[in-house]
């Protein structure tokens, strides 16, 4: 399942959900990104996505990952508009028989959203607005599942 909100949600709420819907999964696995502080030198962020082309390429990546992990339940949020410090920006969790297959499906999603979901990140601060490109660590993580 996949969600693109332009408002808040709960994490744990969310998790507690998902953890009650998985069937039969021996492990569950999720990460969530929030939007750094920066040491106060962020005081927003600002997310775009490409209504239709995001889902597409996002349900395209966890397809990719229900296949290779044979997961159970996969669910993906993320967030678009503008968020503060601390708000979560991004939440994925896999369920799957054993753990090892749903922390792989998890960090596999994430390196997608990561470097190839089509998002524009605009983050204010200190020094004004500037938008925010993936670092070239996250390219090396993402090559990982090449």
């Known amino acids: 399942m996949l969600e693109i909100l332009d408002s808040s949600f709960d994490p744990g709420e969310r998790l507690n959900s998902f953890s009650k819907t998985s069937g039969n999964a021996g492990g569950i696995a999720s990460f969530i990104g929030r939007v750094r502080g920066e040491r106060g ?19 395209s990546a966890t397809d990719a990952a229900v296949k290779r992990w044979a997961l159970v339940d996969v669910l993906v949020i993320h967030r678009i508009g503008t968020m503060s410090p601390g708000e979560p920006i ?57």
């Open 41 to 59: 030198d962020v005081s927003g962020l600002y997310l775009e996505s490409y209504p239709g082309v995001t889902e597409k390429g996002i349900q």
């Open 90 to 146: 991004v939440m994925v969790i896999t369920a799957a028989e054993h753990r090892r297959a749903a922390f792989e499906a998890c960090d596999f999603l994430m390196d997608y959203l990561k470097t190839d979901a089509m998002f524009w990140k605009k983050q204010t601060g200190a020094d004004g607005e500037k938008w925010i490109e993936p670092r070239t660590e996250d390219y090396k993580d993402r090559e990982r599942w090449t």
